[in-house]
């Protein structure tokens, strides 16, 4: 499946968005749609970072267990987390129960916290500027691009955890930085 594939509601949809229920509807109303504000980006960093190495129907699955564990994704919540939140997270059988990521997104909410610019100015100035042609198979989708490269290390030298080029770029896709929905998808942003 490298196109698009038309949907039972007579959609054409990226391949991947169509089923089950809970993908189509992150497709069809969240992926490549503008994303700003605080606690929205933060939850999507932390959310792209517990993915790292894992499916991403895993993580929309839990999402609503995630946002109950990391008290709605609120920055200044998130931030005073300390070993006992860990200790709580790591036996909430209800999330990705990994020490590593539980600990990166207690630090990134620090991160945040201590930004001097405000955190959607900050990411939004890595979307690319340039008219990228729309992907025609998945196959045309990258993975990692310049700005996803510079992204994750303007993150990193801000003392960001657990973001590469590769998450930096599912993070500008999932918060519409760059629209990589199929040419022929009902989803994608006409220009």
Same mark, same amino acid.
């Given at each position: ?14 391949? @991947?968005? !169509? ?11 969240? @992926? ?16 792209? +970072? ?5 499916? @991403? ?11 109950r564990a990391f008290a709605?994704? !609120?920055? /200044?919540?998130? +931030?005073?987390? /300390? ?10 059988e209800t999330i990705v129960?990994?020490?590593? #990521? ?13 930004? !001097? ?6 990411? @939004? ?14 196959? !045309? ?14 993150? #990193? ?16 896709? +999932? ?17």
């Amino acid at each position: 499946m490298s196109g698009t594939v038309l949907g039972d509601d007579g959609q054409l949809r990226c391949p @991947w968005g !169509d089923a089950p229920t809970i993908y189509r509807a992150y497709h069809d109303t969240e @992926w490549g749609r503008e994303v700003r504000g605080e606690q929205a980006l933060f939850e999507r960093i932390s959310l792209e +970072a517990f993915q790292s190495g894992l499916s @991403w129907i895993t993580i929309l699955r839990k999402r609503p267990a995630f946002r109950r564990a990391f008290a709605g994704f !609120d920055v /200044d919540d998130v +931030a005073g987390f /300390d070993v006992d939140d860990v200790t709580r997270l790591m036996s909430d059988e209800t999330i990705v129960r990994n020490r590593a #990521k539980i600990r990166a997104t207690i630090s990134n909410a620090r991160a945040v916290r201590a930004l !001097d610019v405000d955190l959607s100015d900050l990411l @939004w100035s890595f979307a690319p500027t340039e008219h990228v042609p729309a992907p025609a198979a998945l196959s !045309d989708v990258r993975t990692v691009t310049v700005e996803s490269g510079a992204l994750a290390r303007a993150l #990193k030298r801000r003392g960001f955890r657990f973001i590469g080029p590769t998450t930096a770029y599912a993070l500008m896709q +999932a918060t519409g930085m760059v629209d990589d929905h199929l040419a022929d998808c009902h989803a994608r942003r006409r220009r």
